[in-house]
Nanobody, 117 residues
Framework: QVQLVESGGGLVQPGGSLRLSCLGS????????VAWFRQAPGSARELVAS???????NYSNFVKGRFTISGDNAKNTLYLQMNSLKTEDTAVYYC???????????WGQGTQVTVSS
């Protein structure tokens, strides 16, 4: 059974930093394409950052230069380092995995990030 468990969300002031983690079980994150999405209230879920098995990383324009996606293969964990946070970054952040070679994909339960003074 595949499980993705996010953690690291919370309340932070504008300009602050947070690091989100996504622990995978039942699936090896390093051999699949992974990504972070977010969804703000009343808005559609949107891609934040992605990383392929070839370590190609892509970022949405609204986080470029502020967020960094990375992984720890030994811990089977995906990270999202978020710096210079803005109030508009407030959302629930989700970890996503595309299982290569299959039509299956998986989502975590999400972790709330609130940026407010």
């Amino acid at each position: 059974q595949v499980q993705l468990v996010e953690s690291g969300g919370g309340l932070v002031q504008p300009g602050g930093s947070l690091r989100l983690s996504c622990l995978g079980s039942g699936i090896a994150l390093s051999i699949n394409n992974v990504a972070w999405f977010r969804q703000a209230p009343g808005s559609a879920r949107e891609l934040v950052a992605s990383m392929t098995t070839g370590d190609k990383r892509n970022y949405s324009n609204f986080v470029k230069g502020r967020f960094t996606i990375s992984g720890d293969n030994a811990k089977n964990t995906l990270y999202l380092q978020m710096n210079s946070l803005k109030t508009e970054d407030t959302a629930v952040y989700y970890c996503h995995v595309d299982r290569l070679g299959t039509p299956r994909d998986y989502w975590g339960q999400g972790t709330q990030v609130t940026v407010s003074s």
